[in-house]
């Protein structure tokens, strides 16, 4: 992916003037301080920015992609361990880049967003590329799930996925488009990985009318 969009990426890297570790990115108010601040003085074309828990987003819709970059999350687990070092932390987007690699290999690369890792700035703070999801609402003109699907969904959350369910309206589409043992598949995957967050409008969405995953690292701090 980053091939594709070389000529744009060197633009971007070269506008990117990130002076801080990774360490120092640890919530929103950093990412917007030393990241898209610096960044909006030396990039004269239009793009948005958004961020989460986990991560900081550099949207550039009109390019088809966007950058992220994860913050310093440190894993709270280990302040319960006698071996617990500052060191101990989570690389969210790294996660996700991994979840969408091994989603690829068993043929559920439709249903994540294609992310990839790009390079580290300063040899510390590391930043990816990830595809343009078009929209967070369905298209209701063009949908093609019935009340059947839903009702099969709803089903399959109570008696086999324990509630887990993600949107009944964007699962019986995926359900809709990709068949029963492709949406059980992704459940599975899902649950495997303990993606535990994709929320509707804030995680999940659509391009081209197909059901997306576009923030699928979970999170577990």
């Given at each position: 992916m980053k091939e594709k969009y070389a000529k744009e990426l060197r633009e971007i890297l070269d506008c990117l003037n990130i002076e801080i570790t990774w360490e120092g990115i640890?919530?929103?108010?950093?990412f917007e301080e030393y990241v898209v601040n610096p960044f909006k003085e030396n990039y004269k074309h239009p793009f948005k920015w958004d961020s989460g828990a986990s991560k900081g987003v550099l949207v550039f819709a009109d390019l088809g992609f966007v950058l992220k970059i994860p913050f310093h999350v440190t894993d709270e687990d280990y302040y319960y361990d006698d071996d617990y070092e500052e060191t101990d932390s989570i690389d969210y987007c790294a996660l996700e880049a991994d979840f969408y690699h091994q989603a690829k290999k068993i043929g559920l690369g439709d249903v994540f967003a294609q992310t990839e890792y790009v390079t580290m700035f300063d040899g510390d703070c590391p930043i990816y590329i990830q595809e343009y999801v078009e929209s967070r609402k369905i298209d209701e003109d063009n949908c093609l799930y019935t009340e059947k699907d839903r009702e099969t969904v709803n089903s399959l959350n109570e008696t086999e996925y324990y509630d887990e369910d993600i949107d009944v309206e964007w699962e019986a589409e995926l359900l809709a488009q990709k068949g029963l043992d492709y949406y059980r598949k992704f459940k599975k995957f899902v649950f495997e990985h303990d993606i535990n967050d994709l929320r509707y409008y804030d995680?999940?969405?659509?391009?081209?009318?197909r059901p997306i995953c576009f923030d699928f690292s979970g999170y577990h701090n």
């Open positions: 640890r919530d929103s108010a950093d995680n999940i969405g659509y391009t081209g009318g």
